[in-house]
């Protein structure tokens, strides 16, 4: 046999399972091995193992309800080239729960099961078993079981008989004592089943064939043929050797797009393939999955599988369970599963469900266990789905597929044409269940009940009664959808206008199958149909791509983001994040042309260039409108095509050249085939022949292909071996060594992948937010969306989690994370407890307060313990698994995180209580680089705590810092202060006057005052409560000018966030009272966040700070004239451009991105400080002693432009227009119950100004009128018309954009 014929066999291997006569029974080590594990659970779990416990397992054990050792028997042919047989897999997927025995009372009936086995190299084989029971005929094994009983039953009633010596004993009550020895004898009976001179005993058997496609259908039609060969009492027409030769030899596999047909032992079998244009082949029936979860559910677990979360299957039908796993991954199409996909874990490997890494994988349920006592190592990332009771078990923030009313409804549409409810068929009525067979086509036809053929028929009519109508209805009605006018697709033609070659509920199958996967497909098609757009094509060849494939970006995923629909953005930017998008880039990428491309790629292709051709659209135009799927009829059509029209007859079983007295058979029995007449194929095979051709052309466009790239064959397989596998900690579990050895090794492999994958995920982090904060300094473009930023904030979440799941000793709450800070937690209070060290947080002791500047605030102190009750007392937060992401991210806002949990991890003795020795946690070197690489999170600024938790209580601690040489001791007005931020306001807050230095904390709606305690001791802390402001923007501070002196100097004003650490710090340095400075009593200062104040303060803020308070300049400018700086029209022109570049940069970002706008208008560098800038260049100051301010100009100009108003002067209705505005604007500003002095009034002009595009209106007003020639020298900017020209001309750019200013900056303006 030569590897040629690898392509064209339709299966290689048929296989024999069972009990081994010459070995005699032997324990299944897999079943000692699961036992063991749930024995060493129990005892890590509660220190030892209950008696009640250990005596109720050996009641069960019954030797007929044990598993034994089932071994592969045989199977044929020995060995093929492309597909090394592997027996240990094999023979244990064959018969997972290994052999098991029965009586002629029990069920015997044949079941049918599916399996799969991956190699390392990601490729699978498919394996088909049918497993029935055939009568021992071993006299030894007979008597062993019947000697097996004998000593059970002894055991079994020496434990009795001694626990009722015991308890006569201990009460004396011999007649209850007597009663439960009874009733034990009793149980002991019912158990005694088998007695060999009366029963009939039966062992299990399985036979299999090993293919490389899933044909499902069509193997369990062999396999069932050829059972029913030896168990009817008539002998097949053929030795069952010929039927075997001829599916292991003579059938050959279908051509793609080609149907086959070929003869079992009793009749005809049929399969197709798809065509190379059409989706891939998947046989296995979709529709149970939906029965059996129901729509809802199966589309949660499909938004599970897309985000790569680990998936564990739950049943105890290893069919479902291969069901559930092929059809979830069917429709991912056009992606594919990369990770550990086990669809039916067998014992040996159970250990694999403590693998970090995302993993698909079946476990097997004895039907008695309640899901409470099933132990999983970690659930804070896992889907869980328990198949036979129809639920699942979700991870917390899950976010939702997009258009997800849609696609349910379009979805029921299809489901309900085949008669099956959208909610499943486990909890139906029977006569929901009868729809099963319901056929619209049929109903339409059928006269009996009044229907005539050609009639619209209603299908909310039809099932308007039915439960799942009603539950639809009420899951879409908020969406404006009717569904009564939900119609079942009428299909094009009958099946009947096509003569098919198999049965009617196969072909059900084939067409429900396909309608379903087409709607899946059809909702990527238009979700990414526009994806070629933003690929990245390497600059540089393949090779050096490869080598640097990890620092590479494939896509520009903030682009693609920026385009899509908002509600898309949530799922989408978690989707782009995983291995199975990035590995479909890469192929995209390898790929250059049709040729070369795989079929998945190539079939998704040519649906993305269909739709562009019939929507006629920009390349990047996105709309979140619904479109449904318009390719099922052709992809129905070519299936029943195929099935009417059968391409290729393969030979028919023959007689073949056996000796005499071969091919005899015993009724009941399966036997062992001749292996000589099934070991090698026949010489001259016509398959081979034919497939030849084919094969040598698509080598020779592999070898152009590979010309082309400069690669040989062998570097282009390894590099797509590669991109396939990028990414992924471990590869696939080898099911054939099981040493221990080899599982230590498995759990460095997960170790190595975890701090890999920690790596990789810090790097890309950090990279992108130091991107963004160059952004902020001037350089490059940002590329980081706040939805993004989210992401993978909550992906390094996750990370953690699976970090700290690895090598549970044992698993308590959802979150381990949360579990191990728990248990330290409770064991530093503890200690404290004993030392007698606590003391109240938050209070600063005299002594202490005397040693700290009274211009700065005392740190931070800093406290893993602390930081966990700041978020225990969030009341919001319910779930642990919420607890552990929301204190990540406020070890992260804080720069603590890598400092915390090394402090977590340096309690040794709590470690090796919670983990085992080969944990990640307990790998000395790997973890010091884990912490390491966290480290680096502290040279960025994050606030993922602040902006995620925007509604709950805050404490702030606020300090007001007087002027040093006028520390205002003996100011006599009542002060007060209003802190405002990017989610809200405090509202005016009185100042109690002793008290310059306090705390408070928010909970209420905003603009509510709360309660407030104050004390009459002087320098007390202040406590109030109201709501979370984020990032702080604008302090209003101010006093009511009463008593004898009312004049105070504020050097500035400092407000700390309590629980995150960042301070913000508003200069002043100004005056605040009448008759001194501006006479303004109330001022805006705007803020910059302060480096952290911590207790050892090892860190420093690295974020560019934000922009401060003018006023400190202005103060200069306004009390010192001779100090005042003297700037030139270039600089001045400068900074006016610098500040509406800064305001035009604003708008550009995405809004999610973008900062304070007060900050821009009225910062330092803003556009407030530019004009003033431009009024104060050539300002006359007439008096010495007496400061004038801009204010005074505007003024003088108001009265000029109201004394022309009321005169007989007529001037252009242009000119009167903007002379009005800006008369109405002054005498607002001046009329306003607000005392913000002639610099704030300035301010308060040029924000509304900004705000109603007037700006540039003005400057053109003022630089006409004649009172310039009064205030300013000749050679002022306002007096130069080119220069004016060009000042107008840039203010003229804000015309465009929508300026909306903060509440706290237009407080009493009614305009």
Request: hydrophobic share 35%; charged share 25%; aromatic share 8%.
């Amino acid at each position: 046999m030569t590897a040629n014929t690898a392509g064209c066999r339709f299966a290689d291997y048929f296989v024999i399972s069972g009990l081994d006569v010459e070995t005699g029974l032997e324990p299944d080590e897999l079943s000692a091995l699961c036992q063991f594990l749930q024995a060493s659970k129990g005892r890590d779990g509660a220190g030892r193992v209950s008696s009640s416990a250990d005596e109720g397992e050996n009641y069960e054990q019954s030797p007929l309800r044990r598993t034994f050792k089932s071994k592969v028997l045989a199977h044929y042919p020995e060995n093929v080239e492309w597909n090394p047989f592997d027996q240990d897999a094999v023979g244990m997927l064959c018969m997972p729960k290994g052999l098991s025995f029965k009586t002629q009372s029990d069920n015997r009936g044949p079941q049918f099961h599916s399996f799969i086995i991956t190699r390392e190299d990601g490729s699978r084989t498919y394996g088909f078993a049918l497993t029935f029971y055939e009568e021992v005929a071993s006299k030894q094994i007979c008597s062993a079981m019947q000697t097996l009983y004998h000593m059970h039953n002894a055991d079994q009633y020496d434990i009795l008989h001694t626990s009722s010596t015991i308890c006569i004993s201990s009460s004396g009550n011999i007649s209850d004592n007597c009663s439960d020895l009874s009733t034990g004898v009793t149980k002991l009976q019912r158990f005694n089943s088998y007695d060999i001179s009366k029963d009939t005993l039966y062992v299990s058997k399985c036979i299999c064939l090993i293919a490389p496609l899933p044909f499902m259908h069509a193997c369990k039609k062999v396999l069932e043929q050829l059972h029913q060969a030896v168990t009817s009492p008539k002998p097949p027409p053929l030795p069952l050797e010929s039927y075997v030769y001829n599916i292991l030899y003579e059938v050959p596999l279908p051509p793609a797009g080609r149907s086959l047909k070929f003869l079992g032992v009793y009749g005809p079998i049929v399969c197709q393939r798809p065509g190379t244009n059409e989706l891939p082949l998947v046989d296995f029936p979709i529709h149970e999955m939906f029965e059996l979860l129901g729509l809802e559910n199966v589309l949660q677990l499909f938004t599970c599988a897309l985000l790569e979360i680990q998936i564990l299957l739950y049943s105890q039908h290893y069919q479902r369970l291969m069901t559930v796993a092929e059809s979830i991954t069917a429709i991912l199409f056009p992606c594919q599963w990369q990770h550990v996909y086990v669809p039916i874990l067998p014992a040996s490997l159970l250990h694999f469900l403590d693998a970090p890494v995302p993993y698909l994988m079946g476990l097997h349920s004895n039907g008695q266990d309640d899901r409470s006592k099933l132990e999983l190592p970690h659930e804070a990332n896992l889907c869980f789905v328990d198949i036979d009771n129809h639920s699942i078990e979700l991870p917390e923030d899950l976010p939702q597929f997009p258009n997800k009313l849609e696609l349910i409804q379009e979805i029921s549409e299809i489901l309900m044409a085949f008669g099956i409810p959208p909610e499943g068929n486990l909890h139906c009525s029977k006569s929901t269940s009868k729809l099963k067979d319901f056929k619209e086509s049929n109903v339409v036809c059928d006269k009996k009940n009044g229907n005539v053929a050609g009639l619209a028929l209603s299908t909310y009519e039809l099932l308007k009664e039915n439960e799942t109508m009603v539950r639809l209805q009420a899951l879409v009605k908020r969406t404006g959808v009717s569904l009564e006018k939900l119609e079942v697709r009428v299909e094009a033609g009958s099946n009947k206008d096509f003569k098919v070659h198999c049965d009617e509920e196969e072909l059900k199958i084939h067409q429900l199958n396909i309608q379903i996967r087409e709607i899946f497909a059809n909702r990527f098609t238009q979700m990414f149909a526009d994806y070629e757009v933003f690929v990245i094509q390497p600059s540089h060849d393949k090779e050096s791509w490869f080598n640097n494939r990890e620092q590479m970006q494939n896509f520009d995923k903030a682009s693609f983001l920026s385009d899509q629909p908002e509600p898309y953005l949530p799922f989408l930017s978690r989707f782009l994040e995983t291995q199975m998008f990035a590995s479909f880039i890469d192929n995209k990428i390898m790929c250059h042309d049709d040729d070369e491309k795989d079929q998945i790629l190539r079939v998704f292709d040519t649906r993305v260039d269909k739709i562009r051709t019939l929507n006629v659209r920009t390349p990047t135009l996105r709309t979140s409108m619904y479109q449904k799927c318009t390719t099922i009829d052709a992809a129905e059509k070519a299936i029943k095509l195929r099935l009417a029209k059968i391409d290729h007859t393969a030979v028919h079983p023959h007689l073949l050249d056996m000796k005499i007295g071969q091919g005899k058979y015993e009724c009941g029995f399966f036997p062992k085939l001749q292996p000589d007449v099934l070991s090698s194929s026949p010489a001259c095979n016509k398959w081979v022949k034919r497939s030849a051709p084919a094969q040598w052309r698509r080598k020779d466009r592999q070898k152009q292909h590979t010309e082309h790239l400069h690669l040989d064959n062998d570097q282009r397989e390894k590099y797509i071996q590669e991109a396939r596998s990028l990414g992924t900690g471990v590869r696939q579990p080898k099911l054939s060594n099981l040493s221990p050895s080899v599982i230590a090794h498995t759990n460095w492999k997960f170790v190595e992948g975890l701090l890999k994958e920690c790596r990789n995920k810090t790097k890309r982090m950090l990279v992108e937010k130091m991107g963004r904060e160059a952004v902020e300094l001037g350089h490059g473009e940002v590329t980081l969306t706040g939805v993004e930023e989210n992401t993978l904030i909550a992906s390094l979440c996750d990370l953690l989690e699976r970090i700290w799941s690895h090598g549970l000793q044992v698993k308590q709450g959802k979150s381990a994370l949360w579990s191990h800070l728990l248990h330290y937690q409770e064991s530093k209070e503890k200690n404290e407890a004993l030392l007698g060290t606590t003391s109240s947080p938050g209070f600063i002791h005299d002594q202490d307060r005397r040693k700290i500047d009274s211009s700065c605030m005392p740190p931070l102190k800093i406290s893993l313990t602390r930081d966990m009750r700041h978020i225990q007392n969030i009341g919001e937060i319910k779930t642990d698994v919420g607890k552990a992401r929301a204190w990540v991210r406020l070890s992260m806002e804080k720069k603590l995180l890598s400092r915390h949990l090394k402090q977590l991890l340096s309690d040794h003795e709590l470690t090796k209580k919670l983990y085992k020795r080969y944990a990640f946690l307990r790998c000395d070197d790997e973890k010091e680089q884990f912490l390491y690489h966290l480290l680096s999170f502290n040279a960025v600024d994050y606030f993922c705590f602040t902006n995620a938790f925007t509604t709950i209580m805050i404490p702030y601690h606020v300090l007001v810092v007087p002027s040093k040489k006028l520390g205002g001791s003996m100011f006599t007005a009542n002060p007060w202060i209003c802190i405002s931020g990017e989610l809200g306001e405090t509202g005016i807050l009185q100042i109690p006057k002793s008290i310059l230095e306090m705390t408070f904390e928010e909970k209420y709606s905003l603009r509510t005052l709360a309660n407030f305690y104050c004390s009459t001791q002087r320098g007390s802390p202040w406590f109030l409560r109201c709501q979370n402001l984020g990032k702080l923007t604008t302090v209003l501070i101010g006093h009511d000018n009463s008593g004898l002196y009312a004049k105070w100097l504020v050097d500035s004003v400092v407000v700390r966030n309590e629980i995150t650490g960042h301070a913000y710090r508003f200069p002043c340095g100004r005056w605040l009272g009448k008759g001194v400075d501006d006479g303004s009593l109330e001022r805006i200062l705007v803020g910059e966040l302060a480096s952290a104040t911590l207790e050892t303060d090892e860190r420093h803020c690295r974020t560019p700070p934000m922009q401060q308070s003018p006023s400190m300049i202005r103060r200069f400018v306004n009390i010192t004239p001779a100090n005042r700086p003297k700037l030139n029209t270039g600089q001045i022109q400068e900074s006016v451009g610098e500040a509406i570049n800064g305001i035009v940069k604003h708008f550009h970002k995405p809004e999610k991105e973008r900062g304070s706008l007060t900050l821009l208008l009225c910062g330092e560098n803003g556009l407030v400080t530019a004009l003033e800038q431009v009024f104060h260049h050539g300002f006359k100051s007439p008096r010495l002693f007496k400061s004038v301010f801009i204010w005074d100009f505007l003024e003088k100009a108001f009265v000029y432009f109201e004394s022309l108003e009321h005169s007989e002067q007529t001037q252009e209705e242009n000119w009167q227009t903007r002379a009005k505005k800006f008369c109405t604007f002054v005498a607002a500003i001046n009329s306003a119950p607000r005392n913000i002095g002639k610099d704030g009034k300035f301010q308060l002009l040029v924000c509304l100004g900004a705000r109603d595009h007037l700006l540039h209106n003005w400057i053109a007003l003022l630089a006409d009128c004649p009172i310039i020639a009064q205030m300013y020298e000749d050679t002022a900017l306002i007096k130069d018309h080119t220069l004016v020209n060009s000042l107008i001309r840039v203010l003229q750019t804000l015309q465009e954009f929508n300026i909306t200013l903060e509440s706290s900056l237009v407080k009493g303006i009614d305009m």
